[in-house]
């Protein structure tokens, strides 16, 4: 009896011995390594941020567990994501009772974070400064997302080699110079958003090759030049919106046949010709923006009772010619502007005319009917 005990409890120190060995060697494997740990500690001395505190956890050796934003590749502790959003449902911003702000500038000591899969500094308002053109060294990066702060210069030229990027999103900064070349070698992109920058020259006329591709914003930028005719091969792009640009020249009747196609935002451009029956008529788009452009010649005549517009802008161009009867066969127009045209003659009656207003049909040159006043 007293043997069977004391053999118990000599598997039960046993046991015991390599559980404390087992965690002992997780918790190693899964601390910070120390070169990633100083550059992080880098990295956060070039911002202040005297609101929220993210930085008041980065204390001690662990960063992969103790870090605020920071978590680790558990087999190596090298970091694997850096994510600090200044505006989030986190308990640490909601608790502020205000959104983040952070000044300062993004250290070159976060590229040599060099296993970094996902880096996120988003909505902090104030980060200034360039992107640190050494960002490109980082090539296992999936997700680079640095929107709403107020970085300026221009995008790594050899952004190209980020191999691995999946979502690049630099909105809502200062970023000028032209798109780099080389970003369209980035075939795996899915989420392009460049939008409400400064950005100059032409759209790559190969930005096609971004097969992957499913959004693509580059709105209110001081963009020009063409519409690359390359974009409508692009198989997967749900949304584009090239809005308040400087583009010229035409839309490409190609976009009609684009499969996914859902959202076409070119208003406040410089595009001239005439509205591609094939795009009106496209069966899944289902939004429509050419307002503000000087587009000519009458609206075609195309839509069919496949399409299912919630909104058409054609407003502030140089449409003539009268408003398509087959309007009337759509499946479904929620908000249509026609206005500030050079149409003339009887409005349709019927859906969708009879719950529009007024508005939608103002300023034209002889249009009459229901909304506006009754034709002579
Ligand atoms: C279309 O674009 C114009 C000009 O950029 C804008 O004022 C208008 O609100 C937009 N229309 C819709 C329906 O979003």
Redesign the pocket.
């Known amino acids: 009896m007293a043997a069977c005990s004391s053999s118990s409890h000599y598997y039960n120190f046993l046991f015991f011995y390599l559980l404390l060995a087992f965690s002992v060697s997780t918790a190693t494997a899964a601390s910070c390594s120390a070169a990633d740990r100083a550059a992080l500690l880098e990295f956060r001395s070039a911002l202040s941020d005297p609101y929220i505190g993210v930085f008041s956890s980065w204390t001690g050796s662990d960063c992969c567990s103790q870090w605020y934003g920071v978590s680790c590749e558990p087999s190596t502790g090298r970091v694997a994501d850096l994510i600090l959003r200044g505006e989030s449902e986190d308990p640490l911003i909601t608790r502020a009772g205000r959104s983040g702000l952070m000044t300062g500038q993004i250290s070159p000591a976060i590229c040599r974070l060099n296993s970094l899969s996902s880096l996120i500094i988003a909505d902090w308002k104030q980060i200034s400064g360039p992107i640190p053109p050494c960002i490109t060294t980082l090539t296992s990066l999936r997700i680079l997302d640095l929107v709403g702060n107020r970085l300026s210069g221009p995008l790594p030229a050899d952004i190209g080699k980020f191999s691995q990027l999946t979502v690049l999103n630099v909105a809502d900064n200062q970023i000028s110079g032209s798109i780099p070349k080389s970003l369209t070698q980035i075939t795996g992109l899915m989420h392009l958003s460049l939008g409400n920058n400064l950005l100059t020259g032409s759209i790559p006329s190969d930005f096609g090759n971004l097969k992957m591709l499913s959004r693509a914003l580059l709105g209110r930028n001081q963009l020009s030049g063409v519409i690359p005719a390359s974009i409508s091969y692009m198989n997967r792009l749900a949304d584009l919106d090239l809005?308040?640009n400087k583009i010229s020249g035409s839309i490409p009747a190609s976009f009609g046949s684009m499969p996914v196609l859902s959202s076409l935002y070119l208003?406040?451009n410089l595009l001239t010709g005439g509205i591609p029956a094939e795009v009106l008529g496209s069966k899944g788009l289902g939004i429509l923006?050419l307002?503000?452009n000087g587009l000519e010649g009458s609206i075609p005549d195309a839509f069919t009772s496949r399409s299912y517009f919630t909104?058409m802008?054609l407003s502030y161009n140089k449409l003539t010619g009268d408003v398509p009867k087959t309007l009337l066969t759509a499946a479904f127009v929620g908000?249509l502007?026609l206005s500030h045209n050079h149409l003339c003659g009887r409005i349709p009656t019927g859906s969708p005319f009879d719950h529009l207003e007024a508005a939608s049909f103002s300023n034209n040159d002889c249009l009459c009917g229901w909304p506006l006043q009754s034709c002579k």
């Open positions: 809005s308040n208003d406040s923006n307002s503000r909104a802008d908000h502007d």
